[in-house]
């Protein structure tokens, strides 16, 4: 049977913590569905065709070149002589489809074009929490002044501008103080994002291809204005409301709004979400994160990023697989 199906050889160019990944070796090691995944080390590669010369030819090459993206302008003479490859590559050989567009990829690596890009989405599926960046003393005075005037309410997330690859990018304080919004270091640029309280649930969306799935998370918890000022990893388990009772008075606890239960309407409006979000962008293969707000149950996005874990994904493989060659069936017509 698999004779009968076209064979197509596809570069897999992904950051070396990632292609350690089970799920990863899987794809490398198998050729399922006519889907030969060949893993492109750019270390190794010295120019356009010398990459061309080591890995031959490619109907397609998935990558997640979203953390050179972010390095390049960094300085990082690694992510520069990898993206200048990359150029070359696509100036070489324009009709090898990347999986997923270059550019595209690109307004997922900072925060601040994320949310101009949310804000362009037609329609009113969605709603996006307050923000702000802070890229100079004269912006985060304007924000203290904001928040001294009730205009720009706390909590607020304080993040990264770079969305991914850097240690900073994973790392996020709630900030409950306004003395510590003063007392920020700005000299490189920060996004203030409203923190809305949301019964500490969380829907992720998942965006293969034509494929949507979404799951259901622990988030961070509802919060009063008494909480303490906490700083977290993302790549680790959410803090607990205690971590933010540890230094504040508890005299005031947060409000405790009703549990609200999955429903097939809600899955379906998350799913509407990223549908929209793919048609804005371009893109195939991104998460996307909404919460319910706890006061008003308007559906909030509150995070995009481009090729996410998919691991709640359980056939993720074969989705996969399946997508890649549409993607060059569809190239090559």
């Known amino acids: 049977m698999m004779a009968n199906v076209a064979q197509y050889r596809v570069g897999l160019i992904l950051p070396l913590k990632k292609t350690r990944n089970g799920r990863m070796q899987e794809l490398l090691m198998s050729q399922d569905m006519g889907i030969h995944f060949i893993h492109i080390d750019l270390d190794a590669v010295t120019s356009a065709q010398n990459f061309l010369d080591m890995y031959g030819p490619l109907d397609a090459i998935l990558h997640k070149l979203a953390h050179d993206m972010v390095f390049e302008p960094l300085g990082d003479a690694a992510a520069i002589r990898n993206m200048q490859i990359i150029r070359e590559l696509t100036s070489l050989h324009p009709n090898i489809p990347f999986i997923d567009p270059l550019e595209s990829v690109r307004v997922l690596t900072d925060r601040a074009a994320v ?58 304080k709630v900030i409950t103080r306004v003395q510590d919004i003063a007392s920020l270091d700005v000299s490189s640029p920060i996004m203030l994002q409203e923190y809305i309280n949301h019964g500490g649930r969380l829907f992720k969306g998942y965006v293969l291809g034509k494929d949507i799935l979404v799951a259901e998370r622990t988030s961070l918890p509802d919060l009063s204005s008494s909480a303490a000022t906490v700083e977290f990893n993302t790549q680790v388990p959410f803090p607990t409301l205690a971590a933010f009772e540890t230094c504040a008075s508890t005299s005031s606890p947060p409000p405790s709004p009703p549990t609200r239960m999955w429903t097939t309407t809600l899955d379906m409006q998350v799913q509407a979400i990223g549908r929209a979000i793919q048609a804005t962008t371009g893109l195939s293969l991104f998460g996307f994160d909404v919460i319910v707000a706890a006061k008003t149950n308007h559906l909030v996005v509150v995070d995009v990023n481009y090729f996410p874990s998919f691991k709640e994904m359980t056939d993720f493989s074969a989705m996969l697989r399946a997508h890649v060659r549409s993607v060059i069936e569809t190239h090559t017509l």
């Open 115 to 172: 949310s101009r890009m949310l804000e362009s989405v037609p329609g009113s599926l969605f709603h996006l929490p307050r923000h702000a960046i802070l890229d100079s003393a004269a912006a985060k005075a304007s924000i203290v002044s904001q928040v001294h005037a009730g205009l720009f309410p706390l909590p607020v997330l304080a993040k990264s501008l770079e969305a991914c690859g850097t240690d900073a990018s994973h790392v996020m």
